[in-house]
């Protein structure tokens, strides 16, 4: 089982920046693929960033203002973000998949709130 925990959420003025953080714990053996979705209020869940090996895309509406990482220890999945506008206003989740000793599974963590406003 893995655990995914985010922070770094928060009140920012647009065109500020905030990096938000995703813990990874458990047996997570070998990561397939992360990625960062976002949920506007009154709106459905959308697809930010995602990353799997060294690859990387974006969601048209981030690209070149956003940037998903992950640490040495590839424990942590960041999301750098920069330049924010009002409708990046959402909550954040992180998602990861993997295998560990040759099970699959995947994993959510339970979301953190980024507001941009003056």
């Known amino acids: 089982q893995v655990q995914l925990v985010e922070s770094g959420g928060g009140l920012v003025q647009p065109g500020g920046s905030l990096r938000l953080s995703c813990a990874m714990s458990?047996?997570?053996?070998?990561?397939?693929?992360m990625a960062w979705y976002r949920q506007p209020p009154g709106k459905q869940r959308e697809l930010v960033a995602w990353?799997?090996?060294?690859?990387?895309n974006y969601a048209d509406s981030v690209k070149g203002r956003f940037t998903i990482s992950r640490d040495n220890a590839k424990t942590t999945i960041y999301l750098e973000m920069n330049s924010l506008k009002p409708e990046d206003t959402a909550v954040y989740y992180c998602?990861?998949?993997?295998?560990?000793?040759?099970?699959?599974?995947?994993?959510w963590g339970q979301g953190t709130q980024v507001t941009v406003s003056s």
């Open positions: 998602n990861a998949d993997g295998n560990y000793l040759f099970l699959p599974w995947e994993s």
């Open positions: 458990g047996s997570i053996g070998r990561i397939n693929a």
């Open positions: 990353r799997t090996g060294n690859w990387t």
